[in-house]
Every structure is written in structure tokens, then in C-alpha cells.
């Protein structure tokens, strides 16, 4: 089978990320909730993890690093526990459910909601986002990479806009977290929601944000934190103030492995050879009679994310005969980017996306590309 | 039981600080090691280092320069 959806997750991990979660659940006991070493063992990892992603994002302080399930829950917390009714929020037509539905829901109670449109090729202008800017802004939300089209967004001068204008400045980094260089110093971000099983590597189940020091979330949570019994409030202090309840120790250990592995091969030896497979398959299909790719190719700078479709044929139906006809695994329908698929006109259509793995090899896509011609020539 | 000594022990807010703590101590090679909060401290849950006494200063010392904040600093029997 040739894994070409690797945006939705990366299936194939290191080995070193399967062996650390085999070794940690049959050895590692629960973080901070006792001083046996089984335990003990546990809240090291859990702190070693803190300090490897703090490093990896360019934080200040690994306390700040909070570990959740994936980003979804992140941006809950980071939306859910940021804005108040009355507040207005600035986003994108790029986003993901993750952090729209969280917003349609805050706007139903009252937070005011603008989203920016789309330009051509799937792209937004900042000078969109200033516009929008109004004396009840608070917050400007948005992704670091489409998951459908693959556009890549950079942050800098987004949170340069923000931090003019004293807004908080929360980031979706699903699809660019363990690939692309991120820095929450330098890029201004106020909360970075981030997940472990895609770009980082790591084990479905982990992900987690790293919040700026300073920024008061308001927690969603309450439970066991093994510290403060008695208290009838969750701790105040970071980062147990978001963590509540046992954490996915063996996850996160997968995740301490994956993040070595990232700092032993180098992000940037990493996201060179997904874009090299990326463009490959571009140049391979762009020219084929009947086939639209979406999203800005005009940058050397973007995701590894091809999304196409053949013809006026079903997306499914392309996606179905690719996994059929030549075992290989795409993602077809719609991709939990509803505006995206608006603004790109494939809605009904829906669109095949092709997703890259530093792991895949140049005859894997070549056969993907050959697959396309091939079902193209039958439209 | 064994006997009890006079004991420094530095209780945290977080698990996180108490494992900060234990790797700055690695670091600088600080003596000590993790224990559970004793009763006579607090009746909750959590972590604590705990070191001779006569090594304060020098954990002071370090816990500034390695960004620790401590909940409390106790002289108890250990």
C-alpha cells in the first residue's frame, strides 16, 4: 500500500516512537501521583517532553507547554477559555472545524465573529485582516497551513499586526507542527494548539499548546493534579492550571521519542524531502488534460498537500479508485475545511488530496502520478 | 520505622517545578532527592526535595539561577 494521507496522520512512525510507547506500558506508572519509580519515571519523560517541545517552538518557559489530545482540544481551550461575549474575533476562510465550530459556538453566545475571504488560489490578504480590526477585537485566530489546499501562512507579520494592535494572537499548527519552523518569540504567537500524530510523529492521542507567559486561560477542566488535594480550585500555576486529570503518559513518551528523532534527522532535512515529493507529484499531474489542482503553487513555500480533482468525477470515486486499482491511500469528500471548499467551488465535488511523508519514496510517486493519468484518460 | 533527621524540604506547585527542581539538582549536581510531601508539611498530595541543611544556600543559589519557584522551604524531621 503507497500512504498518501499523511495530512490526516502520518502512519508511519520511527521506530524508536512504537518501542518507547511499548517499553513505557510496561514500565511507566501515573506522573505526579506518587514517588515510586515507576511514577517518578513517568513525570520525567512528562518534563523532558516539556522542555523538547518548548525548545522546538521557541518558548521561554516549559512550564507553559500544556499537553492535551490533539489540537482540537487545544483550540477549545485556547478559544473556550480566551473570549468573552462581546469580544470580537478575526479569522480565516482557511480554518479547519477545530477552530471555526468552537467560534460558531462562542458567537451564538455572543462573541462577535468576522471572517476573512478568501483571495485567488485559496489565499487571504492581512491587509484583509487590519481591516477588520475594531475597538472590540481581541483575538485574531488562525492556521499556520490549509489542510485542504496545502497554502502555507506566515505567521510573522500576522502576529506583528496583532501585537500593534494589542490583540491575542492563536495559532493552528495541525498540519506544520514537527515540519516547519516555528517560533513563538519571534512570530508573536500567544497560543500555539498543536497536535503530536501528524508532522511531530508521535502517537494519536498526544498533542497540546504552548501558551505564552502572561496569557491566563481560563481552564475547561478541573480534576486530579496530584498536587493541592485539598484545595477546592484547580492549582492557579501552569502547567497544571490546564491539565487536569491523568495525562497520556505512554502517549507522551511516544512523543519524547518522536521529537528526538526530529532533532537527530532536522526539521529541515525533514520538510525538504516531503516538498521535493510534493513538487514531484505537482509537476507530474498539472499538465494532464481534465485535472484541477487547488491552492497556491506559485510559492516554493508550502505543505506537503496536493488536492486535485479529475474531471467532474466524485471525488470518492477517484479516491475509491485509486485504493482499489493501485493501493494507494488518499482522502477524498470534504476535509473539515467547509469555507475552504467553499471558496475553492467543491463542495459538492468534494477534492482528492495527496498528502507527503518525508518517509515516501520518489517510485511511490511516480506511481501516483501514473494513477492519475491513468484515471484522467478514462474521464 | 527508621530514624527521622532534621531535613530541608522544598515543596512545589506543580509536579513540573518538582521535576525541574530534581533535573537543576542533577545539573549542578546539588544533592537530594524527591519524596513524597511529608504530613508535617502539608496534609495534600504531591512532590518535594529534600536535602541536608546544611546545603540551603547553595540550593537557593540554585534555584534562582535556574528559574525555580518554591511553594514553601522547610526545616522538618525527615
Redesign the interface.
Known sequence: MIYLDNAATTMRKPQKVIDAVVQAMSSMGN?????NDAS?SA??I???T?ERICRMVGGT???QVVFTCNSTESLNMALRGLLNPGDHVITTMLEHNSVLRPLYDLESKGTKLTIIGCRERGTFDIEDMRKAITSETKMIVCTNGSNLTGNYVDLKPIGELAHENGLLFVVDASQTAGVFPIDVEEMKIDVLCFTGHKGMLGPQGTGGMYVREGVSVRSLKAGG???????KTQ?A????ALEAGTLNGHGIAGLHAALEYLEEYGIDNIRAREQKLMWRFYEGVKDIENVTIYGDFTTKNRCAIVTLNIGDYDSSEVSDALLTEYSISTRSGGHCAPLMHEALGTVEQGAVRFSFSHYNTDEEVDTAIQAVRELAKEE | MRKKELKLVVTFHTTADAMAMEKACKEYQVPGRIIPVPRAISAGCGLSWCADLGDREQIVDMMRKAGIEEEEMHECMV
Open positions: 506522573a505526579g501521583r506518587g514517588v517518578l513525570s520525567r512528562i518534563y523532558d516539556r518557559n516549559p512550564r493534579t496530584g498536587v493541592q488535594t485539598y484545595s492549582p500555576q501552569m502547567p497544571t
